[in-house]
């Protein structure tokens, strides 16, 4: 198994582009979620999904929008990059969300710069 | 609102124990969890605790929970340099799987 997988690992994005972060999870896991973490700080929760079709807020949503499509992939969408997303994103998955099996598995991060 | 702290730094010589602490305020916390984040890398769950146990304990890493005080502890035996990295802790409550992660500690482990 790949695990979660992200891609890219870096970009640098240009004030008011756009771009989506790839996320895909080869576990058939139900739940996935996008993290962004700022220097210094915890994780925090931007979307999350707890099955294809479904999708809903974290405690960051303003600036992001997801889709889930199917079981395997949870990209995420950033319209008009701002400064104040410049950050590093993490994609995680788990099974299901309750018990033991709430465990989360992580991908490796991209790290976007918005100048 | 739900809030989890820890403390930022955390330096110790090579052999000693290290031990992170975390506070939580989420009495209905179901699991906690610590994970481990080396330079450039996801989160890589290291043990978690259910709620109702005080300790767990698995090789070289000793979860202590005191329920009543919402008090988290991580202790690392015999702390080795491959140790350092970034340690967060997280409550998880409920059916949602969201996990709300403290800030991290950073460990330095020193020769």
């Known amino acids: 198994n790949a695990g979660v997988t992200q891609t890219p690992k870096f970009r640098i994005l240009k004030i008011g582009q756009s771009m989506t972060l790839q996320c895909a999870q080869d576990m058939n896991h139900n739940y996935m979620y996008w993290y962004r973490q700022d220097p210094g700080m915890g994780l925090k929760l931007i979307y999350y999904s707890v099955g294809a079709g479904i999708t809903d807020k974290g405690e960051v949503p303003n600036g992001y929008n997801v889709s889930r499509s199917t079981t395997e992939d949870f990209p995420l969408r950033l319209e008009l990059a701002a400064p104040s997303q410049t950050s590093v994103y993490f994609c995680?998955?788990?099974?299901?969300?309750?018990?033991?099996?709430?465990?989360?598995?992580f991908g490796p991060g991209t790290r976007l710069l918005v100048l | 609102g739900e809030d989890v702290e820890q403390s930022l730094f955390l330096s110790v010589r090579e052999g000693d124990s290290s031990v992170i602490n975390c506070t939580y305020t989420d009495s209905s916390s179901t699991y906690l969890y610590w994970y481990k984040q080396e330079p450039g890398a996801g989160l890589q769950l290291l043990t978690y605790i259910f709620s109702n146990m005080d300790m767990k304990q698995d090789q070289r890493l000793t979860v202590l929970l005191n329920k009543k005080d919402k008090h988290l502890s991580l202790r690392i035996a015999d702390t080795q340099t491959g140790d350092s990295a970034i340690y967060f802790c997280?409550?998880?409550?409920?059916?949602?799987?969201?996990?709300?992660f403290g800030q991290g500690t950073t460990l330095q482990v020193k020769p």
């Open positions: 997280a409550e998880g409550s409920g059916n949602t799987g969201k996990l709300i």
């Open positions: 995680a998955s788990s099974f299901t969300g309750g018990g033991a099996q709430e465990t989360q598995y």
